[in-house]
C-alpha cells in the first residue's frame, strides 16, 4: 500500500494528483465497512449500499463493493466470521479494486 493506503497497482498512473487523493477514500471506505461489521452491523445490504453513496459522494462510480465469506466468496451471513470486503470503482479512467479480510 502506499502511505495513502491506496493499493499500489500500475493503474495508479492514470490518476491525477487530485485523483490519488480521492483514491484513498477506497480503502478508507473498506476500513468503515469493516469496523461497522465489528461493532455489530449485520445488515450487509445496507452498509454495502452506504459504502456506494459515499465513493459516489467523493467522485467514484462504483462497479460493486461486497461483503463475502472469506472462505468461498459467497454471500456473507449474520453468523459468518471470516469475511472479506471487496470492491471495485472507477474513478476517472482507472479502475480500482481492492479488499479487506478479517476475522469476527
Known amino acids: 500500500r502506499e502511505a495513502s493506503g491506496l493499493a499500489m497497482s500500475s493503474r495508479n498512473q492514470y490518476l491525477s494528483a487530485e485523483?490519488?487523493?480521492?483514491?484513498?477514500?477506497?480503502?478508507?471506505?473498506?476500513?468503515?465497512?469493516?469496523e461497522q461489521i465489528s461493532a455489530g452491523e449485520k445488515d450487509f445490504s445496507s452498509i454495502q449500499k452506504q459504502a456506494c453513496a459515499q465513493l459516489t459522494e467523493v467522485g467514484f462510480r462504483p462497479e460493486y463493493f461486497e461483503v463475502r465469506r472469506a472462505q468461498d466468496l459467497q454471500a456473507a451471513s449474520e453468523t459468518d466470521k471470516q469475511l472479506v470486503i471487496l470492491a471495485a470503482a472507477w474513478l476517472g479512467e482507472a479502475r480500482l479494486i481492492d479488499n479487506i479480510s478479517f476475522t469476527l
Open 19 to 34: 485523483q490519488r487523493e480521492t483514491a484513498a477514500k477506497l480503502y478508507q471506505t473498506l476500513q468503515w465497512v469493516r
